[in-house]
């Protein structure tokens, strides 16, 4: 299954995520480049109320077939960036299913299923990424313990800080049009999906995670990105992000050293 659908990259819009998540950038115009990741803002979520499933996650968007499965999270994405996208340009994105595996894990069935996605300007693809969702059992019980790591911390060349409230996650599914209880419901994050608190977005995670490394090596021109989600990431809790000297690879942890996600990066 394929969806298609076209949109201006408006100059209002990037300017939204900028003010609320990168206020040391520059205001960007019509025109300017896109920093890659932004493009993650938009094209948000396009499907009808009926459509979605009691966790808000979407059940039938015309990609992936619909899955018996009642929790839904962001787990990373593959993203290659060809050419740069601007402010103003008109974009066509082509969203298409991926993968779909089911497996057997100590939390019981899991699927895994990938949705493949291109940017398109004239024709000509700018951004080519894979999204990457698993689909669990309901919670019956605390998560696992995440894997910690100390020695992250301790050998990164720089480490930058970030606590994010509730009203930027609120402002991020707004913005996304992401309806994931999980991101504004209390009582959903703790006693349906059995987290500590509010989950902050994975696929903001990775965008911030570009940001820091556009920061740290802002010569080199991103070509292409890995992110894996490895442990859940909390509202109003410290999230530190680590990397070396060219920003090749990056590392966010909680206070207590535990591993968030990890992101590769190639440049040029």
């Known amino acids: 299954m394929t969806t298609s659908r076209t949109q201006i990259l408006d100059a209002a819009h990037a300017e939204a995520y900028r003010g609320t998540f990168a206020p040391a950038d520059p205001v960007r115009a019509e025109g300017a480049a896109l920093p890659p990741g932004w493009e993650g803002v938009f094209f948000p979520f396009a499907v009808a109320l009926d459509d979605l499933r009691p966790d808000g996650t979407p059940a039938r968007d015309g990609i992936l077939p619909e899955i018996d499965l009642p929790r839904r999270m962001y787990a990373g994405e593959d993203t290659v960036f060809l050419r740069e996208l601007r402010l103003g340009d008109l974009v066509t994105q082509k969203a298409m ?13 899991l699927v895994f299923a990938d949705i493949e996605r ?19 059992e309901a919670s019956t019980g605390p998560p696992r313990a995440p894997r910690t790591d100390a020695s992250v911390a301790e050998q990164a060349t720089w480490v930058d800080e970030v606590t994010l409230d509730a009203r930027q996650l609120f402002r991020f599914s707004a913005l996304t049009f992401n309806t994931h209880l999980v991101h504004y419901d209390r009582r959903w994050a703790r006693e349906t999906e059995g987290l500590a ?17 556009r920061r740290h090596a802002p010569a080199r021109r991103i070509a292409a990105l890995r992110v894996r989600m490895t442990a859940p990431a909390f509202v109003d ?32």
């Open 118 to 136: 291109e940017f398109l300007v004239d024709g000509h693809v700018a951004v080519r990424s894979t999204w990457h969702d698993v689909f669990l």
């Open 237 to 268: 809790t410290s999230i530190r992000v680590c990397g070396n000297g060219d920003a090749s690879r990056l590392v966010a942890l909680d206070p207590r050293d535990a591993v968030l996600a990890t992101a590769e990066l190639d440049a040029v």
């Open 197 to 213: 608190d509010l989950l902050v977005h994975g696929p903001l995670l990775r965008i911030l995670l570009v940001d820091a490394a």
């Open 97 to 109: 299913a991926g993968s779909v595996a089911e497996k057997v894990g100590a939390s019981g069935r």
